[in-house]
């Protein structure tokens, strides 16, 4: 008797639409619990504001327009709060993975039908997501105090920043 399909509990290889999807359930899952936080949203849009605030006049102070060619300091302090950004909230994602294993819920998602390439993808695009969110929110408040903008150097930066602080946070949590 021949049968026609898997064997029951046997799982299929995901194609690139199955990962796409499981990917975007795994994004939407690990987005929820940011979203239910409305303080932690606005803190992490406000802190690097603060550090803008405080410490660039301070530093155009110190150093004077001439050192840079007469552009405000906006111009190379932003991006320099835009990478700390991104380096700490990339290295939140190796915790909160040491959290979910911890507690045993990373062996629950485990268990679900989702492929494993989507599991990572889903937790790096989590990080990515609010990074580019964030930092071009940053970028386009600090327009009247004398930033330029450069769209296409702005979205090449957050790129390498959002790829570059992914693939540390994988070699450091291993």
């Known amino acids: 008797m021949a049968t026609h399909g898997t064997a029951a509990g046997a799982r299929e290889r995901p194609g690139l639409g199955r990962v796409l999807q499981d990917t975007r359930y795994v994004f939407w899952r690990e987005m ?10 606005v803190f992490s849009l406000l802190q690097p504001l603060v550090f803008l605030g405080l410490f660039g006049p301070l530093l155009g102070a110190a150093v004077g327009a001439p050192a840079f060619g007469g552009q405000s300091t906006l111009q190379w302090f932003l991006p320099g709060v835009v990478v700390m950004i991104a380096l700490f909230g990339t290295s939140m994602t190796g915790s909160n993975l040491q959290y979910e ?15 494993r390439s989507s599991l990572m993808i889903g937790r ?23 930033f330029v903008f450069y769209p296409l150097h702005v979205l090449a930066g957050l790129v390498i920043l959002g790829s570059s602080g992914e693939s540390s946070r994988h070699c450091c949590s291993r």
Not at 32 to 41: A, K, V
Not at 129 to 138: E, H, K
């Open 101 to 115: 294993l911890m507690t045993g819920s990373y062996e629950r998602i485990l268990a679900t039908p989702l492929s």
């Open 124 to 146: 790096a695009l989590k990080e990515w997501a609010p990074l580019v969110v964030q930092g071009l929110l940053i970028a386009l408040v600090c327009i009247p105090f004398g």
């Open 32 to 41: 929820l619990l940011p979203l239910r936080d409305p303080f932690s949203l």
